[in-house]
């Protein structure tokens, strides 16, 4: 894959660079109380600027959310001949675990924000439910495709019910322990096999 240009490179720059701002304005002064103005202020550059990399000040506490989403299809979209579900799912946690997106995501300030800020702000938290439900009708719809003579829709919608609400609960609760990256990565891939062997079975945790 060739490197992305000057141009890409400035426009990564300045979306990150609103992130960045934005979660440390949510963190000292609250979500309610910054605007979009004061952000693209803080990262240099106009509010008309700001919404071309944004819809509102919601979207960045969510800004590596469709990135990850789409890693996750493409995955799918790309089974491997005679691959089981089992272990495309294994395959689409990691590549998810292991991509820029997820690093962006969970190894940023805005991650730390956002899990303080969602058990007190209905709206955020109703826009984390509503990505997370989108997602696993397109991920459920996708393995359909892919799965024609083994999955119908029920199935394909409960396991990928049962496999997001690990991935979730175990990246909040990482979150909140203040886990690294890596600790982060074996705990969510530890979390898929629990999903796939089933309760009465997990694997062993791995050694302290």
Do not use: C, N, W
């Given at each position: 894959?060739?490197?992305?240009?000057?141009?890409e490179?400035k426009?990564?720059?300045?979306?990150?660079?609103l992130?960045?701002?934005?979660?440390?304005?949510?963190?000292?002064k609250?979500?309610?109380?910054?605007?979009?103005?004061?952000i693209?202020?803080?990262?240099?550059?106009s509010?008309?600027?700001?919404?071309?990399?944004?819809?509102?000040k919601?979207?960045?506490?969510?800004?590596?959310?469709?990135?990850?989403?789409?890693?996750?299809?493409d995955?799918?979209?790309?089974?491997?001949p005679?691959?089981?579900?089992?272990?495309?799912?294994l395959?689409?946690?990691?590549?998810?675990?292991?991509?820029?997106?997820?690093?962006?995501?969970?190894?940023?300030r805005?991650?730390?924000?956002?899990?303080?800020l969602?058990?007190?702000?209905?709206?955020?938290?109703?826009?984390?439910?509503?990505?997370?439900?989108?997602?696993?009708?397109?991920?459920a719809?996708?393995?359909?495709t892919?799965y024609?003579?083994?999955?119908d829709?029920?199935?394909?919608?409960?396991?990928?019910g049962?496999?997001?609400?690990?991935?979730?609960?175990?990246?909040?609760?990482?979150?909140?322990?203040?886990?690294?990256?890596?600790?982060?990565?074996?705990?969510?891939?530890?979390a898929?096999?629990?999903?796939l062997?089933g309760?009465?079975?997990p694997?062993?945790p791995?050694?302290?």
């Amino acid at each position: 894959m060739s490197e992305p240009g000057l141009r890409e490179r400035k426009k990564q720059r300045t979306r990150r660079a609103l992130i960045e701002q934005a979660a440390r304005l949510f963190e000292e002064k609250g979500y309610d109380d910054t605007t979009v103005a004061e952000i693209a202020a803080a990262a240099d550059v106009s509010p008309r600027t700001f919404f071309g990399y944004f819809a509102g000040k919601e979207d960045v506490l969510f800004a590596d959310t469709a990135a990850r989403i789409r890693i996750a299809l493409d995955v799918v979209a790309d089974r491997r001949p005679g691959e089981p579900v089992d272990q495309l799912l294994l395959r689409v946690v990691g590549e998810m675990a292991s991509s820029q997106a997820f690093a962006a995501d969970f190894g940023g300030r805005a991650a730390a924000v956002r899990l303080h800020l969602l058990p007190s702000h209905p709206t955020l938290q109703a826009a984390a439910v509503r990505r997370l439900l989108d997602f696993q009708v397109e991920l459920a719809r996708a393995l359909v495709t892919v799965y024609p003579d083994e999955l119908d829709e029920s199935t394909a919608a409960a396991m990928v019910g049962a496999l997001l609400g690990a991935l979730v609960a175990t990246g909040m609760d990482g979150l909140r322990r203040g886990r690294d990256l890596v600790a982060l990565q074996s705990d969510l891939q530890r979390a898929t096999g629990i999903v796939l062997h089933g309760i009465a079975s997990p694997p062993p945790p791995p050694p302290r």
